[in-house]
């Protein structure tokens, strides 16, 4: 964990697909200091008429290029926060071409109990996982 749902307008290529997923997982790893294989990611393509995302008034252009991406994860630090928007909106110009006007991003905050990995079990309470080796 975290879990990452991107969604966008539909029409890119798988390589431009996996470019943006590689480069969000980068930025977890740098910034949360989660493990390399802590990797859960989910892209949802859309038509352009079931995607409206406006600029809440702060005159923010959007492009086709518009990403919005929703990071469930345990409670992190507002520094940690801000620093991956910063550095994700930077990573993704740098190797995706998408203009920081473009990234829209949404943590949602959980807990231990809310997650299981499989097998009916919540691995962080029954201990099967432990729980700093992914929290930053």
């Known amino acids: 964990m975290p879990l990452i749902r991107v969604d966008m307008i539909e029409g890119r290529s798988p390589d431009e697909i996996k470019e943006l997923l590689d480069a969000t997982h980068r930025m977890l790893v740098s910034v949360f200091k989660i ?3 802590d990797r859960y990611q989910i892209v949802h393509e859309h038509p352009t008429s079931h995607f409206v995302v406006e600029d809440t008034g702060l005159g923010i ?3 086709r290029k518009c990403v919005v991406i929703q990071v469930t994860t345990r409670p ?3 520094e940690a926060k801000e620093s991956f928007y910063k550095l994700l909106c930077r990573e993704l110009e740098t190797t995706c071409g998408i203009p ?6 949404s943590m949602v905050t959980n ?3 809310d997650w299981s990995f499989g097998n009916g079990r919540a691995q962080f309470l029954t201990g099967e996982l432990a729980p700093e080796r992914s929290v930053a």
Request: charged fraction near 45%.
């Open 111 to 113: 807990s231990d109990e």
């Open 100 to 105: 920081p006007s473009d990234v829209v991003v």
């Open 35 to 37: 493990p390399q294989r």
């Open 76 to 78: 992190r630090e507002r």
């Open 61 to 63: 252009t959007r492009t």
